[in-house]
RNA sequence: GGGGCCGUCGUCUAGCUUGGUAGGAUGCCAGCCUGGGGCGCUGGUGGUCCCGGGUUCAAAUCCCGGCGGCCCCA
């Protein structure tokens, strides 16, 4: 099997499949996959050790809604059902039956949630309310799917919902929002861009939307993360009241904010290589494989063995994710390129040398091997964990930067979208021309939010009147 | 939303123009042989030729419709 990350769509589907991830394209519904084992143990530590950990340490308690919600409700806030009617899909029998009232597959849970914090929501002394549940979502997508980055089903949606006292409170949430997102990218290595989505590109319901963008290998640009501040459209119409310390009763202000599945389609992205996976340890499903070199002399074979097995057993018991890869009916090479596409950090190659001197351990990310004294191991695998992580979070950044220019000229503009780059150009900030920076150069990612988007003394570069800001136009997914 | 390309064992693919026995590679299984970067040999396994309809004595091949995938443009 050849891989060519240059070739990205292609390295991206083989990649996905052959190292066991996911199933796409087989499973005879449009849009709809399937985690297989190591995939779904990968998608299972980057929720829970990363996502589910820093959302429960800022306060974040998860609940589950139903997948189903009534028409009426979803129809009760007219933007939002605007922004989603193309794409819901509806549950309109049941069994032989025709429903009263059809029932949506969630597009987003605003509306489920809102109505039911109707109930729960009372006084002040309840707020803020922090929620959040990781559930699919269903979108009927009329663009061309792809494996986790456009699915008709979301499997993974990570969706907080956020209700407070007051428009500040909420603006402050938008804002714990963006550095929870920060932390949970950072501790991926994925970079990103942090965008104030133009008016005409929020989501459906909301007073501004922050989106967190990165740079797939092939210069498209995918959003990975985004944060809403809803102010009280949802609150008023699903009468989500509550009475304040000065007693006047008012509609609680909301936020919400998402993660879906292109976390691990970015993450799969960013860091892989021609040879398949490159994952973090701290999310790598199997952390360490160990490998026995067979040997002619019997008893030397044997003694192999049994060191591989106890350097394993050792692994394991101070808390490795390891593998011992004992098989005899695959040659030493055919298993590096094995695990080398699953993404495994570090292999650890045993064989005569190693009986006597210092253990052999080969780092996936530089592919290199290194000499480790037995006793030092599990220290030392910590330490090359740090190294390992540092690099590729690095080098996936470096990346990223390479790819975001700056120009004053729409020709040369235009010219740097073709050439998949990111590109940051004065605006004068008027709808009118956003919109045909939108159609004749690129899709407007917004206002940087991570760098001072200021200008002075520029001339936007559609109409050539005075600048505000900058905004970032790319090619997206 | 518009345009284009494509669908054949698990995977990659030949065959389609000119209708007539579905062939290879890889994978998988068994045995032997090997083993520090995809070893080799022998045998075996595996195909509703995407689905439905039409034309025909005969369809993977021609025609129509659908489903699915990929690419480009908006």
């Known amino acids: ?134 559930v699919p979502v269903y979108r009927y997508e009329t663009k061309a799917t792809r494996p986790l980055i456009r699915l008709r089903e979301v499997s993974t949606f990570k969706e907080a919902h956020t209700a407070h006292e007051s428009f500040e409170d909420a603006d402050k949430q938008c804002k714990e929002a963006i550095e929870i997102y920060k932390r949970i990218y950072d501790e991926l290595g994925i970079p990103y861009m942090i965008n104030m989505r133009p008016s005409w590109d929020r989501f459906a319901g909301a007073l501004y939307t922050v989106a967190f963008d990165t740079v797939m290998p092939d210069g498209r640009v995918l959003q990975i993360g985004t944060v809403h501040h809803l102010g009280q459209n949802f609150t008023i119409p699903f009468e989500v009241r509550f009475q304040r310390k000065d007693e006047e009763v008012d509609y609680a202000w909301q936020t919400s904010y998402g993660i879906s599945d292109r976390i691990i389609a970015a993450l799969i992205a960013v860091h892989g290589d021609d040879r398949g996976l490159v994952l973090p340890p701290k999310v790598a499903p199997i952390q360490v494989v160990v490998i026995p070199i067979p040997q002619k002399d019997e008893e030397l074979d044997k003694k192999v063995r049994e060191v591989a097995k106890e350097i394993t057993e050792g692994l394991k018991e101070k808390g490795w994710r390891v593998v011992l890869d004992d098989r005899d009916d695959k040659t030493p090479g055919h298993k590096y390129y094995e695990w080398e596409l699953k993404g495994v950090p570090f292999r650890i190659e045993i064989g005569k040398r190693e009986l006597e001197g210092e253990l052999t351990v080969a780092r996936r990310d530089i592919r290199k091997r290194t000499k480790v004294k037995r006793e030092e191991l599990d220290q030392k695998l910590k330490e090359m964990s740090e190294e390992f992580f540092n690099n590729i979070k690095e080098k996936a950044w470096e990346f990223m930067r390479s790819r975001i220019v700056q120009t004053d000229d729409l020709e040369e503009a235009k010219e740097l979208v073709e050439k998949r780059m990111v590109v940051e150009v004065p605006w004068c900030g008027r709808k009118e021309c956003g919109l045909r920076m939108d159609e004749e150069v690129g899709r407007v990612l917004g206002m940087p939010l991570d760098k001072d988007a200021k200008v002075k003394g520029k001339r936007c570069i559609t109409c050539g009147r005075e600048a505000k800001v900058i905004v970032r136009l790319a090619k997206t997914y």
């Open 1 to 134: 099997m050849k891989l060519d990350k240059s070739n990205f769509s292609e390295w991206y589907d083989t990649v996905l499949r052959e190292s066991g991830l996911y199933d796409y394209g087989r499973y005879p519904v449009k849009g709809m996959g399937v985690w297989m084992p190591f995939g779904f143990k990968l998608r299972r530590l980057v929720l829970d050790n990363i996502v589910r950990r820093i959302l429960d340490e800022t306060g974040h308690e998860e609940v589950l809604f139903p997948v189903l919600i009534p028409k009426t409700l979803l129809e009760k806030e007219t933007e939002h059902i605007r922004g989603f009617e193309g794409e819901v899909y509806w549950v309109t029998k049941g069994g032989h039956e025709e429903l009263d009232i059809p029932l949506a597959l969630r597009p987003t849970s605003e509306t489920a949630i809102s109505y039911m914090e109707s109930f729960w929501i009372s006084s002040y002394k309840q707020l803020p309310m922090k929620l959040y549940q990781i």
